[in-house]
């Protein structure tokens, strides 16, 4: 044996080696023929196959694929719209003989098909519905497609509706309608805050008016009784209640200067605002009040006369005991 005929039985033997051996990976599966005619489905791991008669005719994966097709079509009221269905399929384990002879091109067979089962729903729907929808949608795919493929050896694990996308001026046309709508809804609930706040605070101004008129009523109480307690101290040295009130009165006529003097920001101006101004009030105030003693006693005089009388027609005499309504005045 020469030497150049060693290299090649050692290099062809390597060859008839490499051909015998293949490594299959995981989630995968290879198809053998031998002679152009399907042997067998290898699974992952080491394999042997016959050299030069059997070869390996194609790989396939059994993991989850997925395959997003875009359809274009027409709803109930003339919207076109675009709608991305996404559609995930694995082939089955036991049917990848039919995987692989019975469908050259799957994603081809499982585009056909979404496009035939949306453009034969989408149109009997409205654009609202088709938002609305859209899960109803992507079960009648999964389901129609899943009865369609399973014929050829592929499982749908699912179809989803991922994207709805109207024509632009529609799209334009419906963000105008939801923000008039939002802005409609903000206005409303504006109004309802505006007539609450007014509602709050009439209750609450009418509310101030009553605790308002109630602490003037217990002032003008307190008042009354200050007065009341003052009369009765006058009285009690010799002063009758006329001269009592006229002097309480000019009293608080001077406590109220003096309160109005006191506030450095006041911008009331009182007149008359002189000496002589108590003074004659205080004679003004005691010739009333004589004057009205006065015609109380004559009034009274009047009304023993006409409506006191005996049984016999004779005038009732008058106790002499009895003072006069009046006659404390020269007291």
């Given at each position: 044996?020469?030497?150049?005929?060693?290299?090649?039985?050692?290099?062809?033997?390597?060859?008839?080696?490499?051909?015998?051996?293949?490594?299959?990976?995981?989630?995968?599966?290879?198809?053998?023929?031998?002679?152009?005619?399907?042997?067998?489905?290898?699974?992952?791991?080491?394999?042997?196959?016959?050299?030069?008669?059997?070869?390996i005719a194609g790989r396939l994966s059994l993991k989850v694929l997925q395959l997003d097709v875009v359809v274009e079509t027409k709803t109930s009221d003339d919207v076109f719209v675009?709608?991305?269905?996404?559609?995930?399929?694995?082939?089955?384990?036991?049917?990848?003989?039919?995987?692989?002879?019975?469908?050259?091109?799957?994603?081809?067979?499982?585009?056909?098909?979404?496009?035939?089962?949306?453009?034969?729903?989408?149109?009997?729907?409205?654009?609202?519905?088709?938002?609305?929808?859209?899960?109803?949608?992507?079960?009648?795919?999964?389901?129609?497609?899943?009865?369609?493929?399973?014929?050829?050896?592929?499982?749908?694990?699912?179809?989803?509706?991922?994207?709805?996308?109207?024509?632009?001026?529609?799209?334009?046309?419906?963000?105008?309608?939801?923000?008039?709508?939002?802005?409609?809804?903000?206005?409303?609930?504006?109004?309802?805050?505006?007539?609450?706040?007014?509602?709050?605070?009439?209750?609450?101004?009418?509310?101030?008016?009553?605790?308002?008129?109630?602490?003037?009523?217990?002032?003008?109480?307190?008042?009354?009784?200050?007065?009341?307690?003052?009369?009765?101290?006058?009285?009690?040295?010799?002063?009758?209640?006329?001269?009592?009130?006229?002097?309480?009165?000019?009293?608080?006529?001077?406590?109220?200067?003096?309160?109005?003097?006191?506030?450095?920001?006041?911008?009331?101006?009182?007149?008359?605002?002189?000496?002589?101004?108590?003074?004659?009030?205080?004679?003004?105030?005691?010739?009333?009040?004589?004057?009205?003693?006065?015609?109380?006693?004559?009034?009274?005089?009047?009304?023993?006369?006409?409506?006191?009388?005996?049984?016999?027609?004779?005038?009732?005499?008058?106790?002499?005991?009895?003072?006069?309504?009046?006659?404390?005045?020269?007291?």
């Open positions: 044996m020469s030497l150049f005929t060693t290299p090649l039985i050692i290099l062809f033997l390597f060859f008839l080696l490499m051909s015998t051996i293949f490594i299959v990976k995981q989630q995968s599966a290879a198809i053998v023929e031998r002679f152009g005619k399907f042997q067998s489905v290898r699974g992952p791991g080491f394999q042997i196959k016959i050299p030069l008669v059997d070869r675009k709608l991305k269905v996404s559609v995930q399929y694995r082939v089955v384990d036991s049917k990848v003989f039919d995987a692989f002879y019975k469908l050259d091109f799957p994603q081809d067979q499982i585009t056909s098909y979404v496009f035939d089962l949306i453009r034969s729903q989408v149109p009997k729907m409205k654009l609202d519905d088709v938002f609305s929808k859209q899960d109803d949608i992507a079960v009648a795919v999964k389901q129609s497609l899943g009865e369609a493929m399973d014929e050829y050896g592929y499982f749908i694990v699912k179809a989803l509706v991922t994207d709805i996308e109207p024509d632009a001026e529609v799209k334009i046309a419906m963000n105008r309608i939801n923000a008039a709508d939002r802005e409609k809804t903000a206005a409303q609930y504006e109004g309802d805050a505006a007539r609450i706040l007014i509602v709050e605070k009439a209750k609450a101004e009418a509310e101030s008016k009553r605790l308002q008129g109630q602490g003037i009523a217990d002032q003008r109480r307190e008042i009354a009784k200050g007065i009341e307690d003052s009369v009765g101290t006058l009285g009690s040295v010799g002063i009758n209640s006329q001269e009592a009130s006229a002097l309480i009165v000019v009293t608080q006529h001077y406590d109220t200067l003096q309160s109005i003097g006191g506030e450095t920001n006041s911008n009331l101006i009182l007149l008359p605002n002189s000496p002589q101004a108590g003074s004659t009030m205080l004679n003004d105030m005691v010739a009333a009040f004589t004057a009205s003693s006065k015609i109380g006693e004559a009034m009274q005089k009047e009304n023993q006369k006409t409506s006191i009388s005996e049984p016999d027609g004779g005038v009732e005499p008058k106790d002499p005991q009895t003072p006069e309504f009046g006659d404390f005045e020269g007291e």
